[in-house]
């Protein structure tokens, strides 16, 4: 029973560590372009222009 004096402190603090690392992904803009690169992808930047 006295586990439980560990496991639910750690089990707190873990939790607010991922929310905190999700809050600072977020207000540093890591889900601004989710389809950017999937675009850029398809984007044939090496074929010179025929003309």
Same mark, same amino acid.
């Given at each position: 029973?006295? +586990?439980?004096?560990? *496991?639910?402190?750690?089990? *707190? $603090? /873990?939790? *607010? *560590?991922?929310?905190?690392?999700?809050?600072?992904? /977020?207000?540093? $803009?890591?889900?601004?372009?989710?389809?950017?690169?999937?675009?850029? +992808? /398809?984007?044939?930047?090496?074929?010179?222009?025929?003309?």
């Amino acid at each position: 029973m006295t +586990i439980l004096l560990y *496991l639910v402190p750690t089990a *707190l $603090g /873990l939790g *607010l *560590l991922a929310l905190a690392a999700f809050t600072w992904s /977020l207000k540093s $803009g890591q889900y601004d372009d989710l389809e950017g690169a999937a675009h850029r +992808i /398809l984007n044939d930047d090496d074929v010179k222009d025929p003309s």
